[in-house]
C-alpha cells in the first residue's frame, strides 16, 4: 500500500492529522482554501516534532514528503487514506465528500467530526460505504484515541482497514457499535462542560478552580483507570456490585442539572471569558499548547512504563517496529540503540540530564544482553547479569529530540565476566558520551556469580572474538581525574 494520506482542512484538528501520519513516515497531501494554512500547519508540526518523538523509545521514522494543493482533487488524488477536517456545516462536508468521490470513489474517508453521524455525512454521496466517522482528539500527534463510526454502508473489510491504517500510525480506534449523535465522548464532556456552565453561572466555582478540581484529582485518575475502572476500586473488595448499591441511590438526588442548561447570554460568556483570561492569558495559545504537550509526553511515558492504559499502546508501537530490525552484525561493533532524547530526559540546564546517559547505557547493556541471549526467558529461568562497575564520560551536551545512537564494543567475554564499551553519538557523528561496565553473571536464585548457560558463553565469546582485533577504545580504562 502506497503511504499517502490526504489531509481535507488544515485547521487545528487537520494540522495535527498532518503531524501524525507525516512523522509516522506518510506523505501527506493537503488541501485548504485559507491563504494561511501553511503557515498554520507549520505551526502545530513545529510542536509534534517537539513532543512525539519522546513518546518513543525508538527513532521516529524518516519523515514523509508534505505538499499543499490547490483543490480537493489534487490533494487526494494517489491518497490511500483521506481524512475530512472541515468545518462543522453538513453543507460544506457534503461538498467536500462529493469533490472526493469524484476523484476517489474507492479510498477510505474519515471525517473528523464531533456531533454529526456517518449516515448523515453520507447524504446523496456516490459511494458512501467508503466514508465514515473517524473523531480524534486533541492534539492529535499526542492522543491515540479515534472514535470509529461507520456508516449502515461500510463493509466489515473497509473499517477494518482503516482501522489497520489508524494503528500503524499509533492510534487506537474504538468502534461505536451504532450511529448516535456525538458520538461517545463528546456526550460525556457535554455533561460536565453543562454542570461547570451551571456552577459558574451560580458563583459556586471559577473556571481556574474547575479545571483545578479536575486536574488534580479525578482527571488524573480516568488518565489511567477510566470511569469505571476507578469505580470498581472506589467498591472495595466486594467491586463494582458494591459501589452501585451505595451510590446507585445518588442518582434520583437532585445534585446536577444536567437536564437544564442556563442560558449563554452576554453577561454569562463575559463572565466565563474574563475568569478564563484571568487563569490563562499570560500564556499565547503556542505557549499553552506546548505546555500542554511537554505535560502529556511525561505522563504518557510514565503510563509507558507500567506499561498501562495509552502506555501500553506506545509500547505496543515500539514493539512492532523492533520486530522489523535487521539482524545485529556481530563482527563489527554492534548498534544497540537508536532513538531520540525525550523531553523527561532533559534537565534545568537545557540539556540532556546526568542520569539519562547512565539510563540509555543500561537499555544499551540490556539489548547486547538480548543479543547474547540473555533475553526475558533466560532471565525468568534464573541467570542474569549484574552490573559490577561503571565508568561514564561526559563529551557533548544533547538536546531534546536529538537523534542518536549507541554502538557497542565487547572488551572481554568469558566465564562470569562482561566487559562492555558504549559509544553515544550524535546523528552528526558528534561523540556525546562514553559508558564502560563491567558485569558479572549471576544465579537469581543464590544471587551469587555463576557461569552463564553454554549458548549465551558461546555467543559472548564469539563477539569477543570478533571485536578482538579492534583498537582499544579511548577512555577506556579511565578514572575520575585523569587528563583528557
Not at 437536564?259 to 500564556?283: F, H, N, R, T, W
Request: charged content about 25%; hydrophobic content about 40%; some cysteine.
Amino acid at each position: 500500500m502506497t503511504k499517502t494520506a490526504a489531509i481535507i482542512g488544515g485547521g487545528v484538528i487537520g494540522g495535527g492529522w498532518a503531524a501524525r501520519f507525516l512523522l509516522n513516515g506518510w506523505d501527506v497531501r493537503v488541501f485548504d482554501p485559507d491563504p494561511k494554512v501553511k503557515r498554520k500547519i507549520d505551526e502545530v508540526l513545529a510542536n509534534a516534532r517537539h513532543a512525539l518523538p519522546s513518546l518513543s523509545d525508538r527513532v521516529m521514522p524518516r519523515e514523509g514528503r508534505l505538499s499543499y494543493h490547490d483543490t480537493i482533487a489534487e490533494a487526494v488524488s494517489g491518497a490511500s487514506y483521506i481524512q475530512e477536517s472541515v468545518p462543522e456545516r453538513l453543507d460544506i462536508k457534503h461538498t467536500t465528500f462529493a469533490a472526493i468521490n469524484a476523484v476517489a470513489p474507492n479510498a477510505i474517508v474519515g471525517s473528523s467530526t464531533s456531533g454529526f453521524k456517518p449516515s448523515q455525512l453520507a447524504q446523496g454521496a456516490k459511494n458512501a460505504a467508503q466514508i465514515m466517522v473517524c473523531h480524534p482528539f486533541n492534539p492529535v500527534y499526542l492522543l491515540p484515541v479515534i472514535e470509529m463510526v461507520p456508516s449502515p454502508a461500510t463493509s466489515e473489510t473497509t473499517l477494518n482497514a482503516a482501522k489497520e491504517i489508524l494503528k500503524s500510525v499509533g492510534l487506537k480506534p474504538i468502534h461505536v457499535r451504532r450511529e448516535i449523535d456525538a458520538h461517545v465522548a463528546d456526550r460525556l464532556l457535554e455533561a460536565v462542560w453543562r454542570e461547570a456552565l451551571w456552577l459558574i453561572k451560580d458563583d459556586i466555582a471559577t473556571t481556574e478552580e474547575i479545571d483545578d478540581i479536575i486536574r488534580y484529582g479525578f482527571g488524573l485518575r480516568w488518565a489511567q483507570m477510566g470511569l469505571f475502572e476507578t469505580y470498581r476500586i472506589a467498591g472495595g473488595e466486594a467491586g463494582m456490585a458494591h459501589f452501585m448499591a451505595q451510590f446507585g441511590p445518588a442518582l434520583a438526588w437532585p445534585w446536577t442539572k444536567l437536564m437544564d442548561v442556563p442560558e449563554l447570554d452576554d453577561a454569562l460568556v463575559k463572565k466565563i471569558a474574563d475568569q478564563s483570561d484571568a487563569q490563562s492569558g499570560m500564556y499565547s495559545i503556542r505557549e499553552l499548547e506546548r505546555i500542554r504537550d511537554t505535560n502529556l509526553v511525561k505522563i504518557l511515558r510514565g503510563l509507558k512504563t507500567q506499561n498501562w492504559g495509552a502506555g501500553a499502546i506506545l509500547n505496543n508501537v515500539d514493539s512492532a517496529a523492533k520486530d522489523t530490525d535487521p539482524a545485529p552484525d556481530l563482527k563489527g561493533l554492534v548498534r544497540t540503540m537508536h532513538r531520540n532524547v525525550p523531553l523527561d530526559w532533559i534537565d534545568y540546564n537545557g540539556h540532556m540530564t546526568e542520569s539519562r546517559y547512565l539510563h540509555a547505557f543500561g537499555d544499551a547493556t540490556d539489548r547486547f544482553m538480548e543479543i547474547i541471549g540473555c533475553d526475558g526467558e533466560y532471565i525468568a529461568s534464573g541467570g542474569s547479569y549484574f552490573t559490577a562497575e561503571t565508568h561514564i564520560r561526559h563529551l557533548d551536551e544533547v538536546h531534546a529530540g536529538a537523534e542518536f545512537t549507541i554502538d557497542t564494543q565487547c572488551l572481554m567475554g568469558g566465564g562470569k565476566k562482561m566487559h562492555i564499551f558504549h559509544r553515544m553519538r550524535h546523528i552528526d557523528g558528534r561523540l556525546l558520551a562514553t559508558g564502560e561496565h563491567m558485569l558479572l553473571h549471576v544465579s537469581l536464585e543464590t544471587r551469587q556469580s555463576c557461569p552463564p548457560a553454554p549458548h549465551i558463553e558461546a555467543k559472548l565469546a564469539e563477539i569477543a572474538r570478533n571485536h578482538a582485533d579492534m583498537p582499544m577504545p579511548e577512555g577506556a580504562g579511565r578514572a575520575i581525574g585523569q587528563g583528557r
